[in-house]
């Protein structure tokens, strides 16, 4: 794969896909965040917290902040075709679900599931599944949102020093039937089957890999040296 680095902002975090732009954190040492855009041009350009919301979350980000523990921009996210989005945040271990007006639809405690692994990533999959990421445990599962309970993993929650297949999977990308599975751990990029229940090597890369997304705007992943985007 042929990557084009597009800026070292956001390097091992991630980035946030937008209505129109992808969006990116620099978290200062953990204090006053930096929010960051780019678009089709690719040209990064510094916004407030306001735009970074909005584009994320939509126009009642205050609504759902305000039932939220900590800061919206603290939180990984996912929307269903309903309108619907759920937010986890690594400290609290909880999925907080919200509808399109901003009312609480779903509260559920990470203790559980996941057995005291911290969910670091949050994905939808129609019709009623999200998959989390658990990179302390080597471990990736899919729950259903009705049911509240799991229904496959990938990885045992682990607390030992096993790293097959999954070494620290710290984030999600799900298309169709298909999940893309980074592992920060051992570099690699794995597609897993949700039919056929196969897990395929897609690619190693050089460094660290954080994060995979396939957007409108193009195909990126985050390494431990910034945000590339893969050329085709």
């Not at 960051?36 to 690719?42: H, I, K, L, P, V």
């Not at 400290?91 to 679900?97: A, K, P, R, S, T």
């Amino acid at each position: 794969m042929q990557l084009k680095k597009i800026t070292d902002k956001g390097k091992t975090g991630n980035f946030y896909i937008g209505k129109s732009e992808i969006l990116t954190i620099s978290w200062n040492n953990g204090a006053n965040p930096d929010f960051f855009a780019f678009g089709e041009s690719r040209e990064l350009r510094q916004v407030d917290k306001e735009y970074f919301a909005k584009e994320t979350v939509g126009e009642n980000y205050k609504l759902i902040e305000e039932q939220l523990p900590s800061n919206i921009e603290s939180y990984q996210l996912t929307k269903d075709e309903k309108g619907n989005q759920y937010f986890c945040f690594y400290q609290e271990g909880v999925i907080h679900g919200f509808d399109k007006n901003a009312k609480r639809i779903l509260e559920w405690g990470a203790d559980e599931i996941g057995q005291g692994h911290p969910i670091y990533d949050i994905d939808y999959q129609f019709p009623d599944f999200l998959w989390l990421a658990f990179p302390t445990g080597q471990t990736v599962t899919q729950v259903s949102i009705s049911d509240r309970k799991e229904i496959y993993k990938i990885g045992e929650y682990t607390w030992d020093d096993k790293y097959d297949p999954l070494s620290y999977p710290e984030s999600l990308f799900v298309k169709g039937k298909f999940v893309y599975i980074p592992n920060m751990g051992n570099n690699k990029l794995f597609r897993f089957d949700n039919k056929t229940k196969e897990l395929e090597l897609i690619e190693t890369f050089e460094e660290k890999l954080w994060q995979y997304e396939e957007t409108d705007l193009g195909t990126f992943i985050v390494t431990d040296t910034g945000i590339y985007e893969i050329e085709k």
